[in-house]
């Protein structure tokens, strides 16, 4: 019956050891698990602003080009415009030296 005592005393002492590890290791576990949840709410938050910063440069970048777009018909225009002022100018001035 000592022996068995004995033994049965043994065994408690080992699982309360073993459950003090445990509850540390929970601790542990337990904060690692806060702080990466936090990472994450964190990485979230970043993530939701530059989606909305890729959205608006979207935009922007869609507007710059309709903008680029008419700039170039513009230009188109009065490339063309110059060229015929210059052809009328160059042909009015041909007839003053060669009437």
Request: a positive charge; charged letters at 25%.
């Amino acid at each position: 019956m000592r022996k068995q005592y004995v033994f049965l005393l043994a065994k408690f002492t080992e699982m309360r050891k073993q459950s003090s590890i445990l509850t540390k290791q929970y601790a542990f576990l337990l904060a690692e698990s806060t702080e990466m949840n936090t990472r994450y709410t964190e990485i979230r938050k970043q993530l939701s602003i530059l989606r909305k910063q890729y959205v608006f440069l979207l935009a922007e970048s869609t507007e710059m080009r309709k903008q680029s777009s008419i700039l170039r018909k513009q230009y188109g225009f009065l490339l063309a415009q110059s060229t015929e002022i210059r052809k009328q100018y160059s042909g009015s001035r041909l007839r003053e030296v060669h009437p």
